[in-house]
T-cell receptor, first 114, second 114 residues
Framework: KAGVTQTPRYLIKTRGQQVTLSCSPI?????VSWYQQTPGQGLQFLFE???????NKGNFPGRFSGRQFSNSRSEMNVSTLELGDSALYLC?????????????FGPGTRLTVL | GENVEQHPSTLSVQEGDSAVIKCTYS??????FPWYKQELGKGPQLIID?????GEKKDQRIAVTLNKTAKHFSLHITETQPEDSAVYFC?????????????FGKGTHLIIQP
């Protein structure tokens, strides 16, 4: 079974631009969560989508948004980029049943804002 | 919200020795506690997890213990090997179908000395 895939793996943007990141979950997983990882703040929860609906949201400004499609693929968008948005953005998918807690992470998208 | 403290931030052990990483959490409603291993350039990989109705769980050289009263949980790695070198993260969540995001500790850089 293929793991979680994220595209692109690397991105370089300038301040003020916007960016869209993509995540394809493990086949059969309907839940997708997004996390931001930085050296200073560590791993922080952004939001989770399940069946195309946002179920939970972390403490991030409205510039961070996301969506999920009917095939469970998810996108995350960051508008008006700031230098502090430079980070590794990780996507995690979750199954159902007895393993519903277990989140499996993709390799991440490394975003650099100049 | 939940707060997870993780210690130590760096741990160096001789190959073959044991390593212990400790975490404390603040929200008594948290009931799911996973541990992740992250190697350079990769996303976090789930290595073991424990739910609040269990005090200890073991998987080969890795074990996790949970003390709900004291709100702390620990990762134990025995007979350490060079491939155990990585950053380890503990996390906590309320879990369940409510899709609460994971709150992570700041990570422990485990170094296995040959």
């Amino acid at each position: 079974k293929a793991g979680v895939t994220q595209t692109p793996r690397y991105l370089i943007k300038t301040r003020g631009q916007q960016v869209t990141l993509s995540c394809s979950p493990i086949s059969g997983h309907r839940s997708v969560s997004w996390y931001q990882q930085t050296p200073g703040q560590g791993l922080q929860f952004l939001f989770e989508y399940f069946s195309e609906t946002q179920r939970n949201k972390g403490n991030f400004p409205g510039r961070f948004s996301g969506r999920q499609f009917s095939n469970s693929r998810s996108e995350m968008n960051v508008s008006t980029l700031e230098l502090g948005d430079s980070a590794l953005y990780l996507c995690a998918s979750r199954g159902a049943g007895t393993s519903y807690n277990e989140q499996f992470f993709g390799p991440g998208t490394r975003l650099t804002v100049l | 919200g939940e707060n997870v403290e993780q210690h130590p931030s760096t741990l160096s052990v001789q190959e073959g020795d044991s390593a212990v990483i400790k975490c404390t959490y603040s929200d008594s409603a948290s009931n799911y506690f996973p541990w992740y291993k992250q190697e350079l350039g990769k996303g976090p990989q789930l290595i073991i997890d424990i739910r609040s109705n269990v005090g200890e769980k073991k998987d080969q050289r890795i074990a996790v213990t949970l003390n709900k009263t004291a709100k702390h949980f620990s990762l134990h790695i025995t007979e350490t090997q060079p491939e155990d070198s990585a950053v380890y993260f503990c996390a906590a969540s309320k879990g369940g179908g409510g899709a609460d995001g994971l709150t992570f500790g700041k990570g422990t850089h485990l170094i296995i000395q040959p």
